[in-house]
Structure formats: C-alpha cells, structure tokens
C-alpha cells in the first residue's frame, strides 16, 4: 500500500524555522516528482513546492519561494521542506503528495499531514 508519512511540525515564533520530513513507501520515490502542500483552517490545498524525480530540479510557488527549501535522500526514501523566516499566515496542516505542480491534485495521494503553527 502506499503511503507518505509527514513528520517535523510543531510550533514556532514568527521568523523561526522548521524541517519538514516525508517518508515515502509503496511506490518507487525515488523515481517520482513528490510534492509538499498546506491546508490553512479552513481553506482548501495550496501548492508550495515540488522536486523531480532526479532531485536536480526544484519548483516553488510564489509564497515559498526564498524561504522554503525542498530536498531529497532517496536512500532514505524521504523528502524534505525546509522553512526559514516563518510567518503566522504559513499556519497549516503540511502535506506531502506524489505528483507535482499540475499533477499531484488529480493523482490524488498524500499523508495525514503535520501540524505546523507560526506564533507569537
């Protein structure tokens, strides 16, 4: 079966960091384009970042872009997010999810999330 497992949420001030960890099984990772998502209270899936399959290409949304850094170790089957300079509006459930940016909503395949909140 397949299944992604997010791990590394917690709390932190404005400005602080987190890494976010997501441990792939199921399916070969390290071959696959995987995706990290946010779902704030009450909104719907915003996309943030993907990397490729080769882990040479990185993609972000604007609202990531310049602080969070995505990265992989295959060996280890695991993606991760690094966020720096962490604001109260990044305050969300933090999904990773195989697909990237236009593919991983139809592929439909992402973890339970991990509950990141920026605050004071």
């Known amino acids: 079966e397949v299944q992604l497992v997010e791990s590394g949420g917690g709390l932190v001030h404005p400005g602080g960091s987190l890494r976010l960890s997501c441990v792939a099984s199921?399916?070969?990772?390290?071959?696959?384009?995987i995706s990290w998502l946010r779902q704030g209270p009450g909104k719907g899936f915003e996309w943030l970042s993907s990397?490729?399959?080769?882990?040479?290409?990185?993609d972000y949304a604007d609202s990531a872009k310049g602080r969070f850094t995505v990265s992989k170790d295959n060996a280890k089957n695991t993606v991760y997010l690094q966020m720096n300079s962490l604001k109260p509006e990044d305050t969300a459930v933090y999904f990773c999810?195989?697909?990237?940016?236009?593919?991983?909503?139809?592929?439909?395949?992402w973890g339970q999330g991990t509950q990141v909140t920026v605050s004071s």
């Open positions: 199921g399916f070969i990772y390290s071959v696959e384009e």
């Open positions: 999810a195989r697909g990237g940016r236009t593919t991983w909503y139809s592929r439909r395949s």
């Open positions: 990397i490729t399959y080769g882990g040479r290409t990185t």
